[in-house]
């Protein structure tokens, strides 16, 4: 006689709510208690007393006290704002100094090479502290592009630092690196940069004239001279360049100083100018009139080949002694004499306006440009750095601040630098939104694209790598003719919903089994394991007490479309039976076909 098992569910419930209404009730009652003892103190506090007064002084005390902690409360706000700063400015230094390097890496500067500049670096930073360290590897790098090596830079930076210092003391506050980096180049166009013994004495020189004209004269002009320039800047003299040109710099400008020589070089060396220059230049003895060629009609139109003009070394090298020694004497002999004379012959000589206007302020401010040159003789030169490292309270409180900003980029420089990994990966993702949003036709559809992008094609790889499903469907689906679970994957427009945490949707397809008929009845058939079990009711009969242990695995394979469920029953306990077959409702068991 079979026997059927029945399952008994016991539902147990624990009322926690009715404690907590009672304390509400509690509370609500106190409150009318409060409430009705408002109306007698409000009737008190309309009649003056001298205990309320004196409860009024009290609370006043306790007022100001609460004003001077709240004073107090808020200097230790700024001094965690300040903390703060510290700490930006510190990672910002940081990564200024990792910046550099990666600039340096792309310079094509080997390690050992940017090993050396950190040590100079370091080194230079000791001596002159407010040179940043990360303003000196900039300055290395520079100049390396300038001179071609390390070792040609380790030759000529101190010289440039010690400059810096100078362009620091002169513009307090100002970032003096460009004016720097142009200088050099400059130093380049003259020449200098490949004879160490000049570019020491140029620099010199360029530091004695920006401690004499100081604001007036910066370290940019000089780079402009030398620029626009063009080819009379190799020519020129050490002391044209350093004791004169800086007058000439600071009446027009550093290019067009450069332009006006320029011309005038190419005039007096080359002997470019109009027909009637060179007649004019004839008629004041400063040229051979052997040496010029002439027209049919007898007008000059050039200097023969290998010809030039009385002086023309001088003019080449200091055009300021080729005035003094040649133009003006030559004018004297010929009555011109007066200012007014003089400014209106020199532009029947040199008919570029610039070249002439030069020439003019070399010709009739002979009393300035000598009060210039004793300002400069008089000046101290790079020395000057030393004592302004150590003297000057604005440098040197410069110092204190980069000092501390450089110990900060040091310090900070390994947590910048792990923090470029994830930083790089989150600025990834953003770019990728932004390119799916502005890939879709909406706002909304771009947005779906971009989670399915960031999350959806993930959880898809993970669902098929690993499906799990809640066991009430399994045993559900055992009493149902339904097949395996099939995932229906969403579609991209769904991971909105993917991305707040909904799982997907479960489908399963009927399929016909050994537990029901194509029609789907159930039958209870287990012919399918093998004729071990018939298709007729077994007798089961359960002694004793027992654990029953239902256990479902369920395997899902995306590569070949194959969903397997192992279904083990376990029983722990004095439990005897016969084999049989028990009622769905009892136990689970299905074959699928």
Do not use: C
Not at 116 to 139: N, V, Y
């Amino acid at each position: 006689m079979a026997t059927v098992l029945q399952a008994k569910a016991v539902i147990e419930a624990e009322d926690r709510t009715g404690a907590v209404f009672a304390k509400l009730g509690e509370k609500i009652d106190a409150i009318s208690a409060k409430a009705a003892k408002i109306s007698p103190t409000v009737d008190k506090m309309s009649t003056p007393s001298v205990e309320r007064l004196g409860a009024l002084a009290k609370t006043e005390n306790a007022i100001s006290r609460a004003t001077v902690g709240l004073a107090a409360f808020a200097a230790g706000l700024a001094g965690v704002e300040s903390a703060a700063g510290a700490a930006t400015a510190s990672i910002h230094a940081a990564a200024a100094r990792l910046h550099e390097v990666e600039r340096m890496k792309s310079a094509g500067m080997s390690g050992a090479e940017i090993s050396e500049a950190r040590e100079k670096a370091a080194e230079l930073h000791t001596q002159m502290p407010s040179l940043g360290t990360t303003d000196l590897l900039h300055m290395f790098r520079n100049q390396r592009s300038v001179v071609g090596g390390t070792e040609e830079v380790k030759e000529i930076i101190d010289d440039v630092a010690k400059l810096r210092v100078i362009a620091q003391a002169a513009r307090p506050g100002e970032d003096v690196s460009e004016d720097l980096d142009k200088l050099v180049k400059g130093m380049e166009i003259r020449g200098a940069t490949q004879n160490r013994p000049e570019f020491h004495r140029m620099m010199n020189g360029i530091a004695k004239g920006l401690n004499a004209f100081g604001d007036t004269l910066k370290p940019e002009q000089y780079y402009e001279m030398f620029k626009y320039g063009r080819q009379a800047t190799p020519g020129l003299s050490e002391d044209f360049i350093l004791s004169t040109a800086p007058t000439l710099a600071q009446e027009l400008g550093g290019s067009s100083y450069g332009k006006a020589i320029s011309a005038f070089n190419a005039a007096m060396v080359g002997g470019v100018m109009k027909h009637s220059a060179l007649g004019e230049f004839e008629r004041l003895g400063l040229v051979a009139p052997g040496d010029l060629d002439r027209t049919k009609t007898g007008e000059a139109k050039g200097l023969k080949p290998g010809a030039h003009f009385k002086g023309w070394r001088l003019a080449q090298s200091n055009p300021n002694e080729y005035v003094k020694q040649y133009l003006v004497p030559a004018m004297q002999e010929h009555g011109i004499t007066s200012r007014e004379d003089v400014l209106a012959e020199i532009p029947r000589l040199y008919q570029n306006q610039m070249a002439g206007q030069m020439v003019g302020l070399l010709a009739t401010q002979q009393s300035r440009i000598n009060k210039d040159r004793q300002l400069y003789l008089g000046a101290q030169g790079m020395e000057a750095a030393d004592r302004i490292s150590r003297e000057d309270p604005l440098v040197v409180w410069q110092g204190l601040k980069t000092s501390l900003e450089s110990l900060g980029g040091t310090m900070f420089q390994g947590l910048v630098r792990d923090f470029n990994e994830p930083i790089f990966a989150f600025s990834q993702s953003i770019a990728r939104f932004d390119a799916a949003v502005s890939k879709s036709a909406t706002v909304w559809e771009g947005v779906n694209a971009a989670l399915y992008e960031m999350w959806g094609k993930r959880r898809e790889r993970e669902a098929r790598e690993s499906f799990s499903e809640p066991a009430s469907n399994v045993f559900d689906r055992m009493r149902r003719p339904y097949g395996p679970p099939m995932r229906a994957l969403p579609s991209p427009s769904a991971y909105l919903d993917l991305a707040r945490g909904r799982g997907p949707n479960i489908s399963y397809a009927p399929v016909t089994n050994v537990w029901h008929d194509s029609a789907g009845h159930y039958t209870g058939g287990l012919a399918a394991f093998g004729g071990t079990i018939g298709a007729k009711p077994q007798e089961v009969e359960l002694k004793g007490v027992a654990d029953i242990v239902s256990r479902i695995e369920i395997v899902h394979d995306a590569e070949i479309i194959v969903n397997k469920v192992l279904e083990q029953i376990t029983a722990r306990g004095n439990l005897r039976a016969d084999t049989g077959r028990s009622m769905p409702e009892a136990s689970p068991g299905a074959a699928f076909g």
